[in-house]
């Protein structure tokens, strides 16, 4: 059994902060690439930010620059530093881990999410 978790969402004022956090617990063997995504109201999910196992990370066009995604392998936890938030970013932020499980079975894993809410 492996589960997903994230926290740290909440209602922050335009230009604030926020740090998420999302713990992968369970069976894991290994964890590949680990990633945020936000689905506004009325919009499809999308990908925000991706980080390999050894480090390599991506980021949508929307978050370079305020947004730093980061990786604890030994603790198994990702995080998402947001910076200079705007209301364009609220919206639901979901975690999702690539692993392996010590009964061989490689699949991906969503959180539930967590609520971010930038007011104006």
């Known amino acids: 059994q492996v589960q997903v978790v994230e926290s740290g969402g909440g209602l922050v004022q335009a230009g604030g902060s926020l740090r998420l956090s999302c713990v992968a617990s369970g069976s894991i063997f290994s964890i590949d690439r680990m990633g945020w995504y936000r689905q506004a109201p009325g919009k499809e999910r999308e990908s925000l930010a991706t980080v390999t196992s050894p480090g390599s990370s991506n980021y949508a066009n929307s978050v370079k620059g305020r947004f730093t995604v980061s990786r604890d392998n030994a603790k198994n936890t990702l995080y998402l530093q947001m910076n200079s938030l705007k209301p364009e970013d609220t919206g639901i932020y979901y975690c999702?881990?690539?692993?392996?499980?010590?009964?061989?079975?490689?699949?991906?894993?969503w959180g539930r999410g967590t609520q971010v809410t930038v007011s104006s």
């Open positions: 999702n881990a690539q692993i392996t499980t010590w009964q061989g079975l490689n699949r991906s894993y």
